[in-house]
């Protein structure tokens, strides 16, 4: 009995495999085709200076639209796309976008706006990272210094050496450089001061907690105190409330984006909350 029960288990567990791994293979095949069928689209979310009251950045972010399951947010298809070898065409198709799109945003009179371009693991450990980079700027005739690539701690911390060389290379062509999510790997601050950096984002869920707990909040300021003191400019990610930003304005944090001021929008509709922002502003 309990053999049988055993292997009726299993049957339930294989049936169950094999779905997932049908769905698995389908949107795998759909992926490699999505570039091709221009399913992939960016949205742009907006960075605010906190002293001047002005957007100074936009943070690209990707879409992808498939045709049977609609929305797949990155979180579930970039690390499938690392897995089957994709990231490398996606993240240039992505910087090649970002690239017409400032020229787009340029042309309107938006001339000095900053471009954030999240980097996968992955692609920066490719030999070719760095040159590809500068290579695709060249070629639209960008200038990297509106680029601003992000980097988590737990990318460029494994072969320092070889990831400060990288990085050192991207600066000279002007890139700006930022570490995404910082406080959620391990590094001290005074450790990545060996790397050539401009940024430090505060990880979304630090600023969360501002206000509910009295030790994120502590973390936050501090963040803030030490990356100023290593000359890095601080950009706090995920601020919902009037509460955060009160705080974050109190400890002279840089920049803020979030909710509370614009979810990622389409290019249009980021043109659209310029216009806006800027009516409001000169008031
Ligand atoms: P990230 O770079 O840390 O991006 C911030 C994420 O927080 C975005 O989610 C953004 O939509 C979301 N967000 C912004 N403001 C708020 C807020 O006030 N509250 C909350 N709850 N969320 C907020 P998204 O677009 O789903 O992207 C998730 C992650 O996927 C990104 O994290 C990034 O690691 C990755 N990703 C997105 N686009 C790209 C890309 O083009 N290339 C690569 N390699 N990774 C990307
Ligand atoms: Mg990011
Ligand atoms: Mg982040
Ligand atoms: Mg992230």
């Not at 049936?15 to 221009?38: F, P, Y």
Request: some cysteine.
């Amino acid at each position: 009995e309990a053999k049988s029960q055993g292997r009726n288990r299993f049957a339930v567990y294989h049936e169950k495999m094999k779905t997932n791994n049908n769905e698995q293979l389908k949107l795998e095949a759909d992926l490699h085709k999505a570039v091709k069928r221009k399913e992939f689209h960016l949205v742009y979310q907006p960075q605010i200076n906190l002293r001047t009251n002005r957007i100074e950045g936009v943070e690209a972010l990707i879409r992808w639209n498939n045709r049977r399951k609609g929305a797949v947010p990155p979180g579930e298809f970039i690390p499938l796309a690392e897995d089957m070898g994709l990231i490398v065409p996606i993240s240039d198709w992505v910087l090649k976008q970002v690239c017409h799109d400032f020229k787009k945003l340029h042309r309107l009179g938006f001339q000095k706006l900053r471009f954030g371009v999240n980097v996968s693991p992955l692609y920066f450990r490719e030999e070719q990272f760095a040159e590809n980079m500068i290579q695709i700027t060249e070629k639209e005739k960008i200038p990297a210094r509106f680029i601003d690539i992000e980097l988590t701690e737990s990318t460029i911390m494994p072969n320092a050496t070889s990831s400060i060389h990288k990085l050192l290379q991207m600066k000279k062509h002007g890139f700006k450089i930022s570490v995404d999510d910082f406080g959620t790997g391990y590094s001290s601050l005074s450790y990545l001061n060996r790397f050539p950096l401009d940024t430090l984002k505060i990880d979304q869920s630090f600023v969360k907690s501002i206000c509910k707990f009295d030790e994120d909040s502590s973390i936050v300021e501090a963040i803030i105190t030490m990356a100023h003191s290593l000359h890095l400019k601080v950009i706090a990610e995920g601020v919902e409330n009037e509460k955060q930003l009160d705080f974050l304005k109190k400890e002279k944090c840089d920049f803020v984006q979030g909710y509370y001021f614009s979810k990622p929008l389409p290019l249009d509709d980021l043109i659209d909350f310029f216009y806006k922002w800027e009516a409001e502003w000169i008031k």
